[in-house]
């Protein structure tokens, strides 16, 4: 399938604004191009997170990461997303069930696996929590904070019961 050229070059600057914290102009970029590219799944994922990320409007950021994954269902970063948004929305069981899905699919991403840990640990599950952050640490180590893993690690080892 050709796309018309102009969508990877508005998807690139859409990434660009975001990085440089220019919400409104990266979600900009990525409306745009979805008004070209209606079944633009790259797109639709990277403007759901962005908002999850920032706990911003997110049954709209649902909505879009739904339609992402019409598109491809069984894409695990895609996957991630949802389930983040829907960590953010405290809606911890749909969050459980999308992360561990992209969690158990990409084993080596840092990032999913310290998101699923998160809900983990809200569900109370402490154990399968560390395990899942000790896989973050030990994966591709991208765009994650050792540290604050580390300190997520001691901390909810302090509320495991004394064996």
Do not use: C
């Amino acid at each position: 399938v050709m796309f018309p050229p102009e969508t990877s070059i508005t998807f690139e600057l859409g990434a660009v604004f975001n990085k440089q914290k220019r919400y409104a102009d990266a979600e900009a970029a990525f409306l745009r191009l979805l008004a070209l590219d209606p079944e633009n799944a790259a797109a639709l994922n990277y403007l759901g997170y962005m908002l999850a990320e920032r706990g911003k409007r997110l049954d709209e950021s649902v909505g879009y990461l739904k339609r992402a994954l019409q598109l491809e269902p069984d894409n695990g970063s895609f996957l991630d997303s949802l389930g983040w948004a829907y960590y953010k929305s405290g809606k911890l069981d749909l969050a459980a069930d999308n992360l561990k899905r992209a969690a158990e699919q990409l084993t080596n991403n840092s990032v999913i696996q310290d998101h699923y840990g998160d809900v983990l640990l809200k569900l109370g599950r402490y154990d399968e929590a560390i395990a899942v952050w000790m896989r973050a640490l030990s994966g591709d180590g991208d765009s994650i904070d050792r540290g604050a893993i580390d300190k997520k690690i001691r901390s909810t080892r302090q509320k495991l019961p004394k064996r």
